[in-house]
Nanobody, 126 residues
Framework: QLQLVESGGGLVQPGGSLRLSCAASGFTFGNAVIGWFRQAPGKEREGVSCINSSSGSTKYAASAKGRFTISRDNAKNTVYLQMNSLKPEDTGVYYC???????????????????WGQGTQVTVSS
């Protein structure tokens, strides 16, 4: 059974860091494209970043470039999102998901992804 489980969220002060994890099971991880999304209260879901588990190639939203780093550990079937210099506007529920398409066809639109995790809450506040 395909499963994605996020962890690592929490409360952090502005300027702080968090590392989120997405543990995958039930599919061939090494061929997958895994993405991170977030949804703030009252806002639409936003694509943050995605990674090609095979090549390690990455894509980032403008809001994440220079502050967030996505990576993967194929031996652990896990994708990470390292978030630095966090801002209050980064607050939200963060989800990981597997793309339904190939790497070249995948964008950071939520519709490109299926098989979502349950999410982990990130709160950036002083």
């Amino acid at each position: 059974q395909l499963q994605l489980v996020e962890s690592g969220g929490g409360l952090v002060q502005p300027g702080g860091s968090l590392r989120l994890s997405c543990a995958a099971s039930g599919f061939t991880f090494g061929n997958a494209v895994i993405g991170w999304f977030r949804q703030a209260p009252g806002k639409e879901r936003e694509g943050v970043s995605c990674i090609n588990s095979s090549s390690g190639s990455t894509k980032y939203a403008a809001s994440a470039k220079g502050r967030f780093t996505i990576s993967r550990d194929n031996a652990k079937n896990t994708v990470y999102l390292q978030m630095n210099s966090l801002k209050p506007e980064d607050t939200g529920v963060y989800y990981c998901a597997r793309s339904r398409f190939s790497w070249t066809a995948t964008t950071l639109r939520g519709a490109d992804f299926g098989s979502w995790g349950q999410g982990t809450q990130v709160t950036v506040s002083s």
